[in-house]
Nanobody, 123 residues
Framework: VQLQASGGGYAQAGGPLRLSCAAS????????MGWFRQAPGKERVFVAA????????YYADSVKGLFTISRDNAKNTVYLQMNSLKPEDTAVYYC?????????????????WGKGTLVTVSS
């Protein structure tokens, strides 16, 4: 699976931004999908994940109620809608794919990673 994230850029604090991740290659619906982020000087951390059927979604406590993950299996794309952005949301955001959401939640043993997209939130 090849993953291509897009939609990063500059945003004002309090504003929205939507990231997209297009998948190609193997069957998209075989994979749970996730988003991670890495702030400058920090480790990459889990942000959100969604099951292949969209029945289950998972969020880091820091983004719960602010970010929404969704997917469109017909378009082989997963989205991350980010609202009420804060300067501390500034990071490189990565999408990831794995058949098991447990791997995504733990951030280890993940099958596929995309290249990141930079989000910068100004105060």
């Amino acid at each position: 699976v090849q993953l291509q994230a897009s939609g990063g850029g500059y945003a004002q604090a309090g504003g929205p931004l939507r990231l997209s991740c297009a998948a190609s290659g193997r069957t998209f619906i075989s994979y749970d999908m996730g988003w991670f982020r890495q702030a400058p000087g920090k480790e990459r951390v889990f942000v959100a994940a969604i099951s292949w059927s969209s029945d289950s979604t998972y969020y880091a406590d820091s983004v719960k109620g602010l970010f929404t993950i969704s997917r469109d299996n017909a378009k082989n794309t997963v989205y991350l809608q980010m609202n009420s952005l804060k300067p501390e949301d500034t990071a490189v955001y990565y999408c990831a794919a794995d058949p098991n959401s447990r791997s995504l939640l733990g951030g280890y043993g993940v099958d596929y990673w995309g290249k990141g997209t930079l989000v910068t939130v100004s105060s």
